[in-house]
């Protein structure tokens, strides 16, 4: 059976690209980018080329980006790393953080913690889109506010969030702007100064690079305290020998993200349009997320009267792989918090659907998904108490 | 969730549901779950000589809800309503060869709408 793969928002295949140029610092050149001799060196300058590559793609400067184990731990040491840095701004009146209620755990769950520990919290509400509301946020500041986090594009359901905005309230209110901008690198041309953005994360897997590595980026002059202590890597706030194929495989993802982000985005919106006008045929199915301001790769739809995991493994039997919301989600048998954040009702949340396309997605692919799904739909509707017609 | 989370006989009986589908004037129905959890199931029994002679089920829910209602229904046809009443929690799962801890509720639900059917039937035939 021909097997499918649409779930890119999940993870990416690495590009052959990519692993050609990583596979020689496995073994050849294994030197610690640290060391002085011959074979650090060789490592080193890998490294320092790769730096070079991320901060290419978002219009960063080299000595602004540090390298991570991946998107949460960008999002760990932004966060945390700037409210340690304001501590005594804690238990204060105003809220020192503002963030919105359909951030990605690693943002959330980290805000949360820092609420528990006596830092206040404005966790704005979102509208029916999914976007937050300009008003909200400029009212929540005050002057004990220190950071913004509001996230470039949601992970569920694709939904752009205004950057230049938000950027622009950061900077006359004087006040930090994160953004865990995963989703988004390569799929929309970001410019951190264009934007006024002080912090953003970047995932290399999303990006068809490897997994477990992550990027940084801090404006220069932007002060945070470390929440790793050890060997004083990555100016301190990032210790741990470097991940150097790691390392070398995100920044040659980021140099094809970046040469091929025109065609990319222009292929994957094609092929996104066919799915939402095919899918949306289907009697009582909706699309979630808005229409325009909407990642490239990204399909959300939800169906009433039937269930996202059945609906999936139903899927899953035809060859298809999509998810129903964030895949973490479905662990914890808990409606996605980003469904019930734009207004659904669990019920409705629950008949939910992800389909998300990347570079490989094929015109053939999105013919056969969406030749298959209104069957499986109408099965499961058939199953359902709730579908009466 | 995944495939390999499940059982053959949860997947056999999930792509291939027994006696599912609406019944037409049914003897008793039991409705339980919330639709909060994400499921929802509706058991649908006939009823001669104090035996279920027909039973169908309707399930909003997940794969382990589903297979759970499909294997009530099969477990408890034909037998009577005191012998389907001791249908448990546990039989469903046992049946299905084991479910994933954090699905085993919807085996519950599946004892459960069962209990809640013939209890509807008992109560509409001493009205």
Same mark, same amino acid.
Request: charged content about 25%.
């Given at each position: 059976?021909?097997?499918?793969?649409?779930? +890119?928002?999940?993870?990416?295949?690495?590009?052959?690209?990519?692993?050609?140029?990583?596979?020689?610092?496995?073994?050849? +050149?294994?030197?610690?980018?640290?060391?002085?001799?011959?074979?650090?060196?060789?490592?080193?300058?890998?490294?320092?080329?790769?730096?070079?590559?991320?901060?290419? /793609?978002?219009?960063?400067?080299?000595?602004?980006? /540090?390298?991570?184990?991946?998107?949460?731990?960008?999002?760990?040491?932004?966060?945390?790393?700037?409210?340690?840095?304001?501590?005594?701004?804690?238990?204060?009146?105003?809220?020192?953080?503002?963030?919105?209620?359909?951030?990605?755990?690693?943002?959330?769950?980290?805000?949360? +913690?820092?609420?528990?520990?006596?830092?206040?919290?404005?966790?704005?509400?979102?509208?029916?889109?999914?976007?937050?509301?300009?008003?909200?946020?400029?009212?929540?500041?005050?002057?004990?506010?220190?950071?913004?986090?509001?996230?470039?594009?949601?992970?569920?359901?694709?939904?752009?969030?205004?950057?230049?905005?938000?950027?622009?309230?950061?900077?006359?209110?004087?006040?930090?702007?994160?953004?865990?901008?995963?989703?988004?690198?390569?799929?929309?041309?970001?410019?951190?100064?264009?934007?006024?953005?002080?912090?953003?994360?970047?995932?290399?897997?999303?990006?068809?690079?490897?997994?477990? /590595?992550?990027?940084?980026?801090?404006?220069?002059? #932007?002060?945070?305290?470390?929440?790793?202590?050890?060997?004083?890597?990555?100016?301190?706030?990032?210790?741990?020998?470097?991940?150097?194929?790691?390392? #070398?495989?995100?920044?040659?993802?980021?140099?094809?993200?970046?040469?091929?982000?025109?065609?990319?985005?222009?292929?994957?919106?094609?092929?996104?349009?066919?799915?939402?006008?095919?899918?949306?045929?289907?009697?009582?199915?909706?699309?979630?997320?808005?229409?325009?301001?909407?990642?490239?790769?990204?399909?959300?739809?939800?169906?009433?009267?039937?269930?996202?995991?059945?609906?999936?493994?139903?899927?899953?039997?035809?060859?298809?792989?999509?998810?129903?919301?964030?895949?973490?989600?479905?662990?914890?048998?808990?409606?996605?918090?980003?469904?019930?954040? /734009?207004?659904?009702?669990?019920?409705?949340?629950?008949?939910?659907?992800?389909?998300?396309?990347?570079?490989?997605?094929?015109?053939?692919?999105?013919? +056969? #998904?969406?030749?298959?799904?209104?069957? #499986?739909?109408?099965?499961?509707?058939?199953?359902?108490?709730?579908?009466?017609? | =969730?995944?495939?390999? =989370?499940?059982?053959?006989?949860?997947?056999?009986?999930?792509?291939?549901?027994?006696? =599912?589908?609406?019944?037409?004037?049914?003897?008793?129905?039991?409705?339980?779950?919330?639709?909060?959890?994400?499921?929802?199931?509706?058991?649908?029994? %006939?009823?001669?000589?104090?035996?279920?002679?027909?039973? %169908?089920?309707?399930?909003?829910?997940?794969?382990?809800?589903?297979?759970?209602?499909?294997?009530?229904?099969?477990?408890?046809?034909?037998?009577?309503?005191?012998?389907?009443?001791?249908?448990?929690?546990?039989?469903?799962?046992?049946?299905?060869?084991?479910?994933?801890?954090?699905?085993?509720?919807?085996?519950?639900?599946?004892?459960?709408?069962?209990?809640?059917?013939?209890?509807?039937?008992?109560? %509409?035939?001493?009205?």
């Amino acid at each position: 059976m021909q097997k499918i793969y649409m779930d +890119y928002g999940a993870t990416t295949p690495v590009d052959k690209e990519v692993l050609d140029e990583m596979l020689p610092f496995f073994d050849k +050149y294994y030197g610690n980018a640290s060391s002085i001799h011959s074979f650090g060196i060789d490592a080193f300058n890998a490294v320092e080329e790769a730096r070079e590559r991320v901060a290419k /793609i978002i219009g960063a400067k080299n000595d602004e980006i /540090i390298f991570t184990a991946g998107g949460t731990e960008s999002d760990n040491i932004a966060i945390k790393g700037v409210a340690f840095k304001n501590k005594d701004k804690k238990s204060s009146k105003g809220y020192n953080i503002i963030t919105c209620a359909i951030e990605h755990p690693a943002v959330l769950e980290t805000c949360k +913690y820092l609420d528990s520990i006596g830092y206040k919290v404005k966790f704005l509400p979102v509208d029916k889109y999914g976007i937050i509301k300009l008003e909200d946020l400029e009212k929540a500041i005050s002057k004990d506010t220190f950071l913004i986090t509001i996230m470039f594009a949601n992970n569920e359901i694709g939904t752009i969030e205004p950057m230049q905005e938000i950027g622009k309230i950061a900077k006359k209110h004087n006040v930090l702007f994160h953004t865990d901008a995963v989703q988004a690198v390569g799929k929309v041309p970001i410019d951190v100064n264009k934007l006024n953005i002080d912090l953003l994360s970047i995932s290399s897997h999303k990006i068809y690079g490897p997994k477990g /590595i992550g990027a940084l980026y801090i404006r220069k002059g #932007v002060k945070l305290q470390p929440i790793l202590h050890g060997g004083g890597h990555e100016l301190g706030l990032r210790s741990s020998t470097y991940n150097t194929p790691g390392i #070398v495989g995100l920044g040659k993802a980021c140099e094809l993200g970046l040469k091929r982000m025109d065609e990319d985005v222009l292929h994957m919106t094609t092929l996104r349009d066919q799915l939402i006008k095919n899918v949306l045929e289907i009697e009582e199915s909706y699309l979630n997320g808005h229409f325009s301001k909407r990642l490239c790769n990204n399909a959300h739809f939800r169906f009433t009267a039937i269930e996202g995991e059945s609906l999936n493994m139903m899927l899953n039997d035809a060859g298809i792989a999509a998810a129903t919301g964030s895949a973490c989600s479905s662990k914890k048998l808990k409606a996605s918090h980003v469904l019930t954040g /734009i207004g659904l009702t669990p019920e409705l949340a629950h008949g939910s659907l992800r389909l998300s396309l990347g570079r490989k997605s094929t015109k053939e692919e999105v013919e +056969y #998904v969406c030749d298959t799904i209104p069957g #499986v739909v109408k099965k499961l509707r058939n199953m359902s108490p709730l579908w009466n017609r | =969730m995944t495939t390999d =989370m499940y059982t053959e006989k949860v997947l056999d009986h999930f792509r291939n549901p027994r006696n =599912m589908g609406k019944m037409e004037n049914p003897d008793g129905v039991g409705k339980v779950g919330n639709p909060n959890c994400g499921d929802i199931m509706v058991i649908y029994i %006939k009823v001669k000589d104090d035996r279920i002679s027909d039973i %169908k089920f309707q399930t909003f829910g997940c794969t382990a809800a589903i297979s759970s209602s499909s294997i009530a229904t099969e477990l408890v046809k034909g037998k009577t309503l005191d012998e389907a009443l001791k249908l448990t929690r546990g039989d469903v799962a046992n049946e299905l060869g084991g479910l994933p801890a954090i699905k085993m509720h919807c085996s519950n639900l599946a004892a459960d709408a069962l209990k809640a059917a013939i209890e509807d039937y008992r109560k %509409k035939k001493t009205r």
